[in-house]
């Protein structure tokens, strides 16, 4: 099913000098998750050899910014390529969603469609366990990658972090503990990765995999940066006192009794470089994509697959979510147009 290019070709050929050098890296992690050797290790937002490569290539099948072949992964996916007016890909229904049990609404980001789908899964036996980022009182905010099998684990991992979370990895902790039936939540570039590797045939790897959320996502922004340097040393918050972190518009850190603003200009100071030559805004390879989208305490979502509606039109008439049409909301519809035309637009500059 691939091209020759991502044929047995050592890792030093294909991902360092195309992808790594090049700065296209994105840090997912997903060639330390496939090598058979362990020749790779995860360090420092990027995969690093640690042992001669064996030269087998399956780091470049499937690494998601080499040799990516989005039209044949969308005929894979969708069993078509997208037309010209698709603008943030293949979609079956747009809707915007809000959960119905308030202590998923006190926890998580926007209307917590995300949570609930994980939770409805979990309590219908769909999956064992969700692949999620969760972050630790010593340093809240920081994302680690987490398999949740529990209704709480899932819960505590509610809420965005907005900083990189290689969750690819956690797939190693769902064959390692033997669950078989794992939704994946995870960044478009994450998405891209799990579906090059179903399209590889990397069979191992992905069936655990039973439906992937995928986020929306701007960019990423560099922990040490944005909340060291700026939110602790330049404001002087206390990343303890912040109840959360949202972006509307503005970055809004809400405190116990006030909400701070970031201008946008200011916060996009601390962004990942490596996000800019990311072109997806809106996952738009998922089974369901969710963003914000400017609204105040609903998900936009993106129902892209038929695994995604079955999953979603049954959490809806289990009453786990209320949902509206889209819309309703032309204004996140129209958000959701602009930003991905401007990643997808902006990508391609940066990699002239
Ligand atoms: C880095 C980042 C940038 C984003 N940028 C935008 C944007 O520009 N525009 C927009 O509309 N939406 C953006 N989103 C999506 C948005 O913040 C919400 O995640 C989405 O609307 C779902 O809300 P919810 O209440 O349904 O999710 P919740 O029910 O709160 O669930 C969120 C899920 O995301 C997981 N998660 C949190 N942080 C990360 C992370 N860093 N990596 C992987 N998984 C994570 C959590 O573990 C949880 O399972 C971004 C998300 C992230 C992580």
């Known amino acids: 099913m691939l091209t020759m290019k991502a044929g047995k070709v050592s890792f030093e050929e294909s991902i360092a000098e195309a992808v790594i050098k090049t700065g296209k890296c994105v840090g997912c992690g997903t060639c ?4 058979p050797f ?6 420092e937002e990027r995969p690093n050899l640690v042992k001669e490569c064996k030269v087998c290539g399956i780091c470049a099948q499937a690494c998601p910014q080499y040799d990516f072949p989005l039209s044949k992964i969308e005929n894979f996916v969708f069993g078509r390529e997208r037309k010209p007016d698709e603008a943030f890909g293949i979609y079956r229904r747009l809707a915007l969603a809000r959960a119905t049990d308030k202590q998923i609404l006190e926890k998580c980001q926007d209307g917590g469609a995300v949570t609930t789908l994980l939770l409805f899964a979990l309590r219908n036996g769909i999956i064992d366990g969700a ?5 630790e009182r010593e340093k809240p905010f920081y994302p680690h990658p987490t398999l949740a099998t529990t209704t709480d684990n899932i819960l505590q991992a509610a809420g965005t972090k907005y900083f990189y979370s290689p969750n690819i990895l956690a797939i190693a902790k769902a064959l390692e503990q033997k669950i078989g039936k794992v939704a994946f939540v995870g960044t478009p570039c ?6 090059k590797m179903q399209f590889a045939g990397l069979k191992k790897y992905v069936t655990p995999l039973k439906f992937l ?3 929306a996502c701007s960019e990423c922004f560099i922990y040490d940066g944005l909340m060291k340097q700026h939110i602790i040393g330049k404001l002087g918050v206390d990343p303890n006192c912040i109840k959360k972190v949202n972006i509307k518009g503005k970055m809004l850190l809400t405190l116990e009794s006030e909400t701070v603003a970031i ?6 100071q601390y962004a990942r470089k490596n996000c800019r030559l990311c072109e997806d805004f809106s996952s738009e390879l998922a089974d369901i994509s969710v963003g914000g989208l400017g609204l105040e ?3 936009f979502v993106i129902i892209r697959t038929g695994q995604g509606e079955e999953l979603f039109s049954n959490a809806e008439k289990a009453g786990a979510i209320i949902t509206k049409e889209a819309s309703a909301e032309t204004n996140a519809l129209n958000l959701l147009t602009k930003l991905s035309g401007k990643k997808r637009t902006a990508a391609k500059e940066v990699a002239k």
């Open 297 to 299: 305490g609903w998900t």
């Open 263 to 268: 201008p946008l200009t200011e916060a996009k």
């Open 38 to 43: 362990s020749c790779l290790e995860y360090g």
């Open 131 to 135: 692949i999620v980022a969760k972050s």
């Open 32 to 35: 330390v998750l496939v090598c």
């Open 190 to 195: 994450q998405i891209r990765a799990v579906r």
């Open 213 to 215: 959320i995928g986020l």
